[in-house]
């Protein structure tokens, strides 16, 4: 067994209906809007509410009011009609600073570059906001995370979206650090032969495999901004992540997944996008393919492409046999994430079977959403845990082409 049953539940048999994922859509974005609250926050969900130390409002873009307002700009960017929340920001950012929902730290998650991002994305001619930003995204070169969440991977996905959007060499020099930074801390274990990055996320030091805070989500940066990295770099980056992820996969002729980190005594085996093979797909999905993808298998041993594909399709059989996660309809650890794997796999392969899937597995979230706002008499108004993310996901669900992750793929 690659994963745990009691984690997951039986998918819905309702089949794929526009109508109905399209309505959800509104629906979610007038609740969303009627329960905006004066100080510029959102009600925290008792599920939310959970994760935290304090009962004050949340304000960082994964369980707070600036990952809402982003998600509500996203939207409204696709022509959507959702309200532009964006000069709520700065009050939002000030009130972080005074009393933070979590550490204060300059990530892109859980601090302040994911509450400075939308705000400059509102106002990318604003000189003094950039700054800030900048300031932000060159602290998490200090620190020892090489993750999403608060280091600098988080930060480097922020520099290319905005190196693409502006063409600002500034951001272009920040990616490259990062860059510079991650390759200097990957490092290979002698015993394993594993590339690995230590990252000291939430107090422990550990070597993650996924998205969020392991060797996928850090090879997926490095390989999406691979143009502006030196010649070479991408067989590399690629070659290590394919060790790697052979050599740590549990799996058979039919499916795969990981553990979230090397340590023995944490043997987990989850299908999230945060951690296991949900993550593993969104992360590798779109990792270019290799030149010598093409030769003929009998002539050569396989090539990077081909390895690849093998374990994400493995992954990806897997996810759908697990089925729907019973945490909720979210991104980062329920079904919203695990159906943006098959929509990844549909835009690597074009296969129509990921598409239904992604499909199916958004019908599934919308009665998951459904059932909790009639349980807890209030929406998730989340980016990464709650609504506003499976907002966007349903759109992509509707048109493929599109998908990236919010937040992250996505700004």
């Known amino acids: 067994m690659f994963f745990d049953p009691t984690r997951h539940e039986a998918l819905t048999t309702n089949f794929w209906d526009q109508n109905t994922v399209s309505s959800e859509i509104s629906s979610i974005i007038k609740d969303i809007e009627n329960s905006f609250l004066a100080d510029a926050s959102w009600p925290t ?4 509410a959970e994760s935290y130390s304090n009962d004050g409002p949340k ?45 204060v730290e300059p990530g892109l998650q ?45 930060m480097m996905h922020v520099a290319l979206a905005l190196y693409n959007k502006t063409g600002a060499s500034c951001w272009k020099e920040l990616f490259v650090k990062g860059a510079q930074s991650l390759m200097e801390h990957w490092l290979q274990d002698e015993t394993t032969g594993e590339w690995l990055w230590q990252s000291q996320v939430f107090g422990p030091k550990r070597h993650y495999y996924g998205a969020c805070h392991g060797v996928a989500g850090n090879a997926n940066v490095l390989l999406q901004g691979i143009d502006l990295l030196p010649h070479g770099y991408q067989e ?24 979230l980190c090397t340590k023995p ?39 990077q492409t081909e390895r690849l594909d093998q374990l994400l399709v493995k992954t990806g059989e897997l996810i759908w046999q697990a089925g729907p996660l019973n945490k909720g309809s979210n991104i980062c650890h329920g079904t919203a994430g695990n159906g943006y794997a098959f929509l990844y796999l549909f835009q690597r392969w074009s ?14 979230a919308i009665e998951q959403r459904r059932n909790a706002r009639s349980k807890y008499d209030q929406g998730r108004y989340t980016l990464w845990t709650g609504d506003a993310g499976l907002a966007v996901y349903l759109y992509h669900c509707i048109y493929p082409d599109k998908a990236a992750i919010p937040g992250l793929d996505l700004f």
């Open 45 to 48: 969900h008792a599920m939310d």
């Open 59 to 103: 304000w960082a873009a994964y369980a707070g009011a600036a990952g809402t307002i982003h998600a509500l700009q996203i939207l409204k960017g696709y022509g959507l009609n959702a309200r532009d929340l964006s000069k709520n920001l700065e009050s939002i950012y000030q009130s972080f600073l005074v009393s933070p929902d979590v550490t």
């Open 110 to 154: 859980l601090g302040e570059i994911g509450i400075l991002l939308p705000l400059v994305l509102a106002q990318l001619e604003n000189q003094e906001l950039a700054t800030r930003l900048k300031i932000c995204m060159q602290a998490t070169l200090d620190l020892p995370l090489y993750e999403i969440t608060s280091g600098q991977t988080g």
């Open 236 to 259: 590399t980056i690629i070659e290590r992540t394919l060790i790697t992820l052979e050599l740590s996969a549990q799996q058979d002729e039919h499916f795969a997944n990981w553990p």
């Open 265 to 303: 005594n944490i043997d987990k085996l989850l299908v999230q996008w945060c951690h296991g093979a949900a993550g593993i797909v969104t992360a590798l999905a779109r990792t270019p393919k290799s030149e010598d993808s093409q030769t003929e298998p009998s002539q050569t041993e396989p090539s």
């Open 351 to 364: 296969d129509q079977i990921w598409l239904d899937r992604a499909r199916q597995f958004a019908m599934h």
